[in-house]
């Protein structure tokens, strides 16, 4: 019988469709409390005002998106508390979906820490500890607690047979995974929260590689064992909540947005990917690899941030205004086209980590690094980690033969200080 579950291959709509209201549930709740949080938030004046300095849009924006986002996102995750799993058999112990309680109290620690920021603000250290208590939270559930040991039991299996070294022991690869499980999680909240520059493009961007989540994750469960049911269902659950509470939310926040997501939703965006990240971790290398190429936008323009201000010999957490979608807009293109640009990149990664599960790994190594090494030197080459001076000229009378100079041809210099999230629109 367990050969036969095993064995037994599944359609694209036999493991999709149980769970596809988790999708409506998200996408509706999110959409409408949009609005809704807007008027909270400018009720009790947690708004974001233009200083024509960083923040360079005309009128005030209202944060508090982020909260709607979490509600789309959780009403999601409840409503596939009422859902069948994809694959029944006689004598398993559930046929319902278990979902593991730290992965949204996880998310409610992010979205009180990234709340408390939008309105107080909050120290970068401080910010990092609480990341760090939502990581704990999974850890002490068992969440890729083991992430490792489809990487490492291998290789330390073939160093005791050639060279006689005793095999590395469980409590080594469950420390070296834990490790792994808060620098993913951490690193993407991070990540997120940097990229949310610019009108709808954290949103649109964490919205494609939630879809390519849900590919590679709808591909997975397509061939995973009986045994793993819960797992590949879980990992589907997570990839259409966040891709229902995105989408419902990106309209609002598209240029011009009425509305700002704030750190409450960057991080909670990061979260979320970065704990699907780690669920894919625990299946094989392949599957890793294959979510960290789509999550690599955010990635490299964090990395690319950090060499820069690392070479410029600045402290790493501080803010600055060369990003990629500043670069750019120093280039020339205007808000909506930096924000189209950037979704172009996201596809494309996301078709490239999509396109990987279908090589062996050894391959998907050499592909990820190729593809990775040419990004890094191509970067280099552009002088993309090195600090350019961005020159901010007043604007020109109509009777000047140039024409006027709008805030959309100039960098926004948005990323956030403690506390304030700064997004552009024309």
């Known amino acids: 019988m367990l ?10 709509d036999q493991v999709l469709s149980p769970y596809v209201y988790v999708f409506y549930a998200a996408f509706i709740i999110s959409f409408i409390f949009t609005p809704l949080m807007r008027m909270v938030a400018l009720y009790f004046g947690v708004i974001d ?3 024509q300095k960083r923040k360079l849009h005309k009128a005030p924006i209202a944060y508090l998106g982020g909260v709607a986002v979490f509600l789309g996102w959780l009403a999601g995750m409840a409503i596939s508390q009422q859902l069948q799993l994809h694959r029944i058999e006689p004598g398993w112990p559930t046929d319902y979906l278990v979902v593991k309680f730290s992965i949204v109290l996880g998310a409610g620690v992010i979205v009180i820490l990234g709340l408390w920021d939008d309105i107080y603000g909050v120290p970068p250290g401080l910010k990092i500890a609480g990341q760090i ?5 999974l850890l002490y559930d068992s969440v890729g607690t083991t992430c490792l040991g489809p990487i490492i039991q291998p290789i330390s299996e073939k160093l ?3 060279t006689g070294l005793p095999p590395v022991s469980p409590a080594v690869i469950q420390f070296l995974s834990s490790m792994l499980v808060v620098g993913v999680v951490v690193g993407c909240c991070n990540a997120s929260n940097l990229m949310d520059g610019m009108d709808g493009l954290c949103g649109g961007v964490t919205g ?7 590919f590679i994750a ?3 469960a397509m061939v ?3 045994l793993h049911t819960n797992a590949d269902a879980l990992r589907i659950v997570i990839a259409l909540a966040l891709l229902g509470a995105v989408l419902g939310f990106v309209p609002y926040n598209f240029n011009p947005a009425s509305i700002f997501m704030g750190d409450t939703g960057s991080m909670l965006l990061g979260y979320c990917c970065g704990t699907m990240i780690i669920l894919m971790a625990e299946e094989r290398p392949k599957w890793f690899l294959a979510a960290m190429v789509m999550f690599a936008l955010p990635i490299l323009d964090t990395t690319l941030a950090f060499a820069r201000r690392w070479v ?3 402290p790493l957490f501080s803010a600055d205004s060369q990003h990629f979608h500043h670069q750019l807009q120093q280039r020339g293109f205007s808000v909506r086209q930096t924000v189209l640009i950037e979704y172009g990149l996201a596809i494309f990664f996301a078709l490239l980590g999509s396109s990987m599960v279908f090589l062996r790994t050894r391959y998907a190594g050499a592909i990820y690094m190729v593809v990775f090494g040419s990004i890094i030197v191509a970067a280099y080459k552009m002088g993309m980690i090195h600090e350019r001076k961005v020159v901010r000229e007043p604007k020109r009378r109509k009777s000047d033969s140039a024409g006027p100079v709008t805030p959309e041809s100039r960098s926004t210099g948005t990323e956030s200080s403690p506390g304030r999230h700064a997004e552009s629109h024309s």
């Open 3 to 12: 050969a036969q579950i095993v064995s037994q291959p599944f359609k694209v």
């Open 133 to 137: 208590l939502a990581t704990a939270l």
């Open 218 to 220: 709808v591909s997975l």
């Open 224 to 226: 995973g064992g009986g």
């Open 312 to 314: 410029g010999k600045r």
């Open 208 to 214: 494609i590689i939630a879809a390519g989540f849900l």
């Open 160 to 162: 005791t047979f050639y």
């Open 49 to 51: 005002k233009p200083d």
